[in-house]
């Protein structure tokens, strides 16, 4: 069974703790992302990774950190440093062969719903 | 800043009828654009996908690009209850990242 898949699905966060969400892709991709989104929110880049050992921020990196050990692994961490993490985390993956990379579609996982007490 | 912006909505629509879904992008140098649907709760799957201009059907649904307008649009025929969903447009330009709207809600009433 292919895909990407995202544990936990729920939850939950006291304040001063750090949480850490994982995300695996057995597809092969090269690129794999996070995201959040807030309630009538579009999609927000928090890190990204183009290949192991490599990744870049996004647009909302602060208070997150990730690491790309494994191709299929790409594990985000919600420190304490987030001063608002209650949202729906959303992982996905892409092939991003370095041969069309704007032709590139990304594919989601089922998301980590996140709730700090 | 990149922006990509869709219509506020909510939509709603009867059921048997035509949904149009708009969506407007800032950069000119985009190249690649995709619409998501995503059922309250759930993640994003990807519907369609449209590189050049024109238009590309894939059943129901018709992805529309307009380069020079900067405009894509997703019209879907034959609106079903199961297309109640929040709709997100996203655009990506050569080696830059995939940037999202903020989705439309659309409703189909049986």
């Known amino acids: 069974d292919g895909g990407i898949t995202q544990s936990p699905k729920y939850l939950f966060r006291k304040e001063g703790q750090n949480v850490t969400l994982s995300c695996e892709q057995n597809?092969?991709?090269?690129?794999m992302y996070w995201y959040r989104q807030d309630p009538g929110q579009g999609l927000r880049l928090i890190y990204y990774?183009?290949?192991?050992?490599?990744?870049q921020k996004g647009d909302i990196a602060e208070g997150y950190s990730v690491s790309r050990e494994k191709k299929e692994s790409f594990p985000l961490t919600v420190t304490s440093a987030q001063k608002n993490p209650t949202a729906f985390y959303l992982c996905?993956?892409?092939?991003?062969?370095?041969?069309?990379?704007?032709?590139?579609?990304?594919?989601f996982g089922p998301g980590t719903r996140l709730t700090v007490l | 800043q990149k922006e990509v912006e869709q219509n506020s909505g909510p939509l709603s629509v009867p059921e048997g009828a035509i949904a149009s879904l708009n969506c407007t992008y800032s950069?000119?140098?985009?190249?690649?654009f995709f619409w998501y649907r995503q059922y309250s709760g759930k993640s994003p799957e990807l519907i369609m996908f449209?590189?050049?201009?024109g238009d590309k059907e894939d059943g129901r649904f018709t992805a529309q690009l307009n380069k020079a307008s900067q405009y894509v649009s997703l019209l879907i025929r034959d609106s079903q209850p199961s297309d109640s969903a929040t709709y997100l447009c996203?655009?990506?330009?050569?080696?830059?990242?995939?940037?999202f709207g903020k989705g439309m809600k659309l409703t189909v009433n049986p």
């Open positions: 950069d000119r140098g985009s190249q690649s």
């Open positions: 597809l092969n991709h090269d690129a």
């Open positions: 996203a655009v990506q330009g050569g080696s830059e990242k995939l940037v």
């Open positions: 990774s183009q290949i192991v050992n490599d990744f």
């Open positions: 996905a993956s892409s092939i991003a062969n370095g041969l069309s990379w704007g032709l590139d579609t990304q594919y």
């Open positions: 449209i590189y050049s201009n």
